[in-house]
C-alpha cells in the first residue's frame, strides 16, 4: 500500500489566508491550530513559474514556489513537506519558512536511512510549527497524518 503527501502546512488562519489569494489551494484541518494544503495538480499548475524544476531537493516543490513560502512566512511559519512510501520504505523531506526564510531543512531521509535522533522531517517541521506529540507517538501521527494515503484526499 503507498502512501503520498506533498503539501504545505500552517496555521490553519494563515493558510485560510493564502487560499483566499490563491484559488486552487484548498486548507484542510490537521488539529492543534494546524491545517494543510496538498499540492494538487491544480495547485502546482497555478504557482509554478517557468517549471517545475527540483527546488531545493524536493521532487514536487515548483520552480518559485519557495519565493512565495518565505513570503506568505511573514504570517508566521509555514513547512513543506513531502513523503513518498511504498510497503513500509520510503523517503520524506521537510523545510520550515518564517520571518521571510528558511529556518529548517531542507531535512532529507532517502530510502533505507534511519531517522535522525531528531525525528522525521516531517515530525522536526511539525516541531518546528508548535506540535506537541502525545503518547508514544510523534509529531506526524498527533496530527493523524497518515489518515489519507494521497494528497487529493485531505480536500475531497
Given at each position: 500500500?503507498?502512501?503520498?503527501?506533498?503539501?504545505?502546512?500552517?496555521?490553519?488562519?494563515?493558510?485560510?489566508?493564502?487560499?483566499?489569494?490563491?484559488?486552487?489551494?484548498?486548507?484542510?484541518?490537521?488539529?492543534?491550530?494546524?491545517?494543510?494544503?496538498?499540492?494538487?495538480?491544480?495547485?502546482?499548475?497555478?504557482?509554478?513559474?517557468?517549471?517545475?524544476?527540483?527546488?531545493?531537493?524536493?521532487?514536487?516543490?515548483?520552480?518559485?514556489?519557495?519565493?512565495?513560502?518565505?513570503?506568505?512566512?511573514?504570517?508566521?511559519?509555514?513547512?513543506?513537506?513531502?513523503?513518498?512510501?511504498?510497503?513500509?520504505?520510503?523517503?520524506?523531506?521537510?523545510?520550515?519558512?518564517?520571518?521571510?526564510?528558511?529556518?529548517?531543512?531542507?531535512?532529507?531521509?532517502?530510502?533505507?536511512?534511519p531517522f535522525p535522533p531528531a525525528g522525521s522531517p516531517i515530525s522536526q517541521a511539525l516541531?518546528?510549527?508548535?506540535?506537541?506529540?502525545?503518547?508514544?507517538?510523534?509529531?506526524?501521527?498527533?496530527?493523524?497524518?497518515?489518515?489519507?494515503?494521497?494528497?487529493?484526499?485531505?480536500?475531497?
Amino acid at each position: 500500500m503507498s502512501y503520498v503527501l506533498s503539501a504545505v502546512i500552517g496555521d490553519a488562519e494563515l493558510l485560510r489566508g493564502v487560499s483566499r489569494a490563491v484559488p486552487a489551494a484548498r486548507a484542510a484541518p490537521l488539529g492543534q491550530g494546524l491545517s494543510l494544503i496538498p499540492m494538487t495538480g491544480a495547485l502546482f499548475d497555478a504557482v509554478a513559474e517557468g517549471g517545475a524544476g527540483e527546488a531545493l531537493g524536493f521532487w514536487r516543490l515548483p520552480e518559485g514556489f519557495p519565493a512565495r513560502l518565505a513570503d506568505w512566512s511573514t504570517g508566521g511559519p509555514l513547512a513543506y513537506v513531502e513523503a513518498e512510501y511504498f510497503g513500509g520504505v520510503g523517503e520524506q523531506q521537510a523545510a520550515v519558512w518564517d520571518g521571510g526564510a528558511i529556518v529548517l531543512g531542507p531535512v532529507q531521509v532517502r530510502e533505507c536511512e534511519p531517522f535522525p535522533p531528531a525525528g522525521s522531517p516531517i515530525s522536526q517541521a511539525l516541531r518546528r510549527l508548535g506540535v506537541v506529540a502525545d503518547g508514544d507517538g510523534d509529531e506526524f501521527s498527533a496530527v493523524k497524518l497518515g489518515r489519507h494515503r494521497h494528497g487529493d484526499q485531505w480536500i475531497a
